[in-house]
């Protein structure tokens, strides 16, 4: 490193803030991006199996000895066996690299930035997290198949393996694809939970689901099978080699007990020769290769390329045994010879498999095969059943508000099971002693909230009687003016009868303003009587829109005046409409939401309150819309379904909840809401006409 690299060094170093949140999050999360940590992941075991089967590939399935990595091997397959799985893994580390970059761009881009507004959004979460779901077993079906392709790709070029051959490095192959395929999902799923656990708002799973019953056969299952699947091939393969040794030692020692290395034959000799060959121990076939290249075979099928230069090239390294291809059940014993047109190659070819043996590994197979499927079917449904049983009394919990807590789920099981139905029946008893402590401080809750409408009932009545009773007074005082005036002028003779009914006319005037007082004080007190009333009684009767309105507008006009909010009430339909239930307890849920809507101000003045009236079909919609300060988002998901509040101490979250829950028992209706912080909220109360 040079001076002008260390200087820039120095300056890197003393930096003390990036330029940006975006630059420090890219910074700190290249290298740990879940594409990173898979691609390192999987291509480390990738490397691991392929080095496995790189060992165990040849032993597995008899490859002749030389026929790997050596001149042979590259002239018969153009490319060498490691050079064959260097490429094959290459592939597949390319393809897993290619593939979980492209599912994963957007979990990447997600974690490299997870402040940024947009993955705020709830359906950029959701998908992410419905990939988190989804991509342990679309991966684990891509590491099946791409192993493979790759492996059947590779021999189809090099074209010199037989198709017996390819299919058994094919079932080898997908053996060992599943046993990576299962570590990986192993390794993939406990990723992912990280994820799905980061990324967790709300109880919701909208990914592919399997159930226990179907996760345990796709993970244990194959395993089993894939283990009893190399064990029968090892098996089988040690079983071969015993017949091979044997079957080379006796056609071996009949060759060379029948020719000798110092005579010289006529072909016709070595044919009389060849055609005495036992065949009680195997199917046979004897061949001459000639020296210019030429053969002769007794079944006149000529000799696979493979052998016929494996005998010609390696034989003699081997003690004259030859080999029909990789991994072929199909040998030979070979000698040279002198003959009277040259020197012969002479052997005889036999077949090491048998049928009864691969019949007996078939069989075993299938069997050890239906007794794991039984057995694993069993555990795993007494499994899902307990679990199941437990999830679905968890459910009735969660979906019912009367359900009783005193089933208790009986203990049967002394493993986790056991410890899972003890929690459960713990839980149950916690329960009932906090529905216990809820329902106390519920009713302490509620005369709380009685005492508070009544507190505001009393203010409404001080407020709204108190400008008619100073009415009323004036009137007393005027009406006692006249009253005298009227006393003096009865023996005033300049008096006429005009004045006198100038007199009456105006104790007449004064009468009337004094009839209108009392009539608004008449209709104050009942509207605070039905009020009243309605925090200890219900009351259901038939009443008008415009009966509903008055009384609204009665009881509300003192806070709205106080708070200088203005209420615009706009009435879209037949006032006359009548509806039927407790009025009174409508009325509280409405000046309950006009409260709200006064409160969302904090206090600004010349606000206003919109309250609509529609009719939509058969129902009537008050909505009450309010232009202030909104409700967040956490606030709006908890509406309705707990008692919350926004107000701190001041408030105990009962007014919406018993508003609900008056509309949906009073009235059968229901309350919907929109809200938007800092524009405001809009309730709409839906009654049945």
């Known amino acids: 490193m040079n001076k002008?690299?260390?200087?820039?060094?120095?300056?890197?170093?003393?930096?003390?803030?990036?330029?940006?949140?975006?630059?420090?999050?890219?910074n700190n999360n290249n290298v740990s991006k879940p594409s990173t940590i898979l691609i390192l992941r999987y291509n480390m075991v990738v490397i691991i199996v392929i080095f496995i089967l790189t060992i165990l590939l040849p032993i597995l399935l008899n490859y002749p000895p030389g026929s790997i990595n050596t001149a042979f091997d590259i002239e018969m397959s153009y490319i060498s066996f490691y050079q064959q799985f260097s490429i094959i893994g290459v592939l597949i580390?390319?393809?897993?690299?290619?593939?979980?970059?492209?599912?994963?761009?957007?979990?990447?881009?997600?974690?490299?930035?997870?402040?940024?507004?947009?993955?705020?959004?709830?359906?950029?979460?959701?998908?992410?997290?419905?990939?988190?779901?989804?991509?342990?077993?679309?991966?684990?079906?891509?590491?099946?198949?791409?192993?493979?392709?790759?492996?059947?790709?590779?021999?189809?070029?090099?074209?010199?393996?037989?198709?017996?051959?390819?299919?058994?490095?094919?079932?080898?192959?997908?053996?060992?694809a599943v046993i990576f395929s299962v570590f990986s999902f192993i390794l993939s799923k406990s990723f992912?939970?990280?994820?799905?656990?980061?990324?967790?708002?709300?109880?919701?799973?909208?990914?592919?689901?399997?159930?226990?019953?179907?996760?345990?056969?796709?993970?244990?299952?194959?395993?089993?099978?894939?283990?009893?699947?190399?064990?029968?091939?090892?098996?089988?393969?040690?079983?071969?080699v015993e017949k091979e040794n044997l079957l080379f030692q006796v056609y071996s020692e009949y060759l060379n007990s029948?020719?000798?290395?110092?005579?010289?034959?006529?072909?016709?000799?070595?044919?009389?020769?060849?055609?005495?060959?036992?065949?009680?121990?195997?199917?046979?076939?004897?061949?001459?290769?000639?020296?210019?290249?030429?053969?002769?075979?007794?079944?006149?099928?000529?000799?696979?390329?493979?052998?016929?230069?494996?005998?010609?090239?390696?034989?003699?390294?081997?003690?004259?045994?030859?080999?029909?291809?990789y991994g072929i059940d199909i040998q030979g014993s070979s000698i040279k010879i002198s003959a009277d047109n040259g020197t012969f190659i002479i052997g005889i070819q036999y077949e090491t498999f048998s049928?009864?043996?691969?019949?007996?590994?078939?069989?075993?197979?299938?069997?050890?095969?239906?007794?794991?499927?039984?057995?694993?079917?069993?555990?795993?449904?007494?499994?899902?059943?307990?679990?199941?049983?437990?999830?679905?009394?968890?459910?009735?919990?969660?979906?019912?508000?009367?359900?009783?807590?005193?089933?208790?789920?009986?203990?049967?099981?002394?493993?986790?099971?056991?410890?899972?139905?003890?929690?459960?029946?713990?839980?149950?008893?916690?329960?009932?002693?906090?529905?216990?402590?809820?329902?106390?401080?519920?009713?302490?809750?509620?005369?709380?909230?009685?005492?508070?409408?009544?507190?505001?009932?009393?203010?409404?009545?001080?407020?709204?009687?108190?400008?008619?009773?100073?009415?009323?007074?004036?009137v007393a005082e005027a009406l006692t003016d006249l009253i005298k005036e009227y006393s003096l002028s009865i023996d005033d003779p300049e008096i006429d009868s005009k004045d006198h009914h100038d007199i009456a006319n105006d104790m007449s005037l004064w009468v009337n303003k004094m009839k209108t007082y009392t009539e608004y004080m008449s209709d104050v007190i009942t509207a605070v009587k039905g009020q009243a009333v309605a925090l200890s009684t219900e009351e259901k009767i038939s009443f008008t829109i415009d009966e509903l309105i008055k009384r609204v507008n009665i009881l509300m006009k003192h806070e709205l005046q106080n708070a200088l909010v203005k209420l615009d009430t706009n009435i879209n339909v037949d006032?006359?409409?009548?509806?039927?239930?407790?009025?009174?307890?409508?009325?509280?849920?409405?000046?309950?939401?006009?409260?709200?809507?006064?409160?969302?101000?904090?206090?600004?003045?010349?606000?206003?309150?919109?309250?609509?009236?529609?009719?939509?079909?058969?129902?009537?919609?008050?909505s009450i819309q309010d232009y202030g300060s909104g409700m967040s988002q956490e606030i709006q998901s908890k509406l309705f379904k707990q008692m919350i509040t926004t107000k701190g101490k001041n408030g105990t979250g009962l007014g919406m909840y018993m508003s609900y829950s008056t509309i949906r028992a009073h009235f059968n209706g229901n309350i919907t809401f929109t809200s938007e912080e800092s524009k405001g909220t809009k309730f709409n109360i839906i009654l049945p006409i």
């Open 4 to 26: 002008k690299d260390l200087k820039k060094d120095s300056k890197l170093k003393n930096k003390t803030k990036p330029k940006n949140n975006k630059e420090k999050s890219t």
């Open 575 to 622: 006032s006359s409409i009548s509806l039927n239930g407790d009025v009174n307890t409508l009325v509280q849920v409405i000046n309950n939401m006009i409260s709200n809507g006064i409160q969302s101000y904090n206090g600004a003045p010349n606000q206003k309150i919109d309250l609509f009236i529609e009719k939509d079909k058969n129902s009537i919609i008050i």
């Open 192 to 240: 992912y939970k990280k994820l799905l656990m980061d990324t967790f708002e709300e109880s919701t799973i909208n990914g592919l689901r399997l159930n226990l019953v179907k996760t345990m056969f796709l993970l244990l299952f194959p395993l089993f099978i894939v283990g009893i699947a190399i064990t029968s091939l090892i098996g089988y393969s040690r079983t071969v």
């Open 93 to 176: 580390m390319v393809l897993i690299t290619f593939f979980l970059k492209y599912i994963l761009k957007d979990i990447d881009l997600w974690y490299i930035d997870k402040n940024n507004e947009k993955f705020k959004n709830k359906k950029v979460m959701d998908s992410i997290r419905k990939k988190c779901f989804n991509l342990p077993y679309l991966i684990f079906l891509f590491m099946i198949i791409i192993p493979i392709m790759g492996v059947f790709f590779v021999l189809a070029i090099t074209g010199s393996h037989s198709s017996t051959m390819i299919m058994k490095i094919l079932i080898l192959v997908f053996s060992f």
């Open 258 to 325: 029948n020719f000798e290395e110092k005579n010289i034959y006529t072909e016709s000799e070595i044919l009389d020769i060849l055609n005495k060959i036992p065949s009680s121990y195997s199917k046979t076939t004897y061949f001459i290769i000639r020296e210019d290249g030429s053969e002769l075979t007794s079944n006149n099928i000529p000799l696979s390329n493979f052998m016929k230069n494996y005998t010609m090239q390696l034989s003699d390294n081997y003690d004259g045994r030859t080999y029909e291809s």
């Open 355 to 474: 049928f009864d043996t691969i019949n007996f590994f078939i069989v075993n197979f299938a069997i050890l095969i239906a007794l794991l499927a039984i057995v694993l079917l069993y555990f795993s449904k007494s499994l899902s059943t307990d679990l199941t049983y437990i999830a679905n009394s968890l459910r009735d919990i969660s979906n019912n508000d009367d359900i009783k807590l005193n089933k208790k789920i009986p203990l049967y099981s002394n493993d986790e099971i056991g410890d899972l139905i003890l929690s459960f029946n713990m839980v149950q008893e916690k329960t009932l002693d906090y529905m216990s402590q809820i329902e106390s401080n519920q009713d302490l809750l509620m005369e709380k909230e009685r005492l508070a409408s009544l507190g505001q009932l009393i203010g409404g009545i001080a407020h709204n009687l108190k400008t008619p009773i100073m009415s009323l007074s004036g």
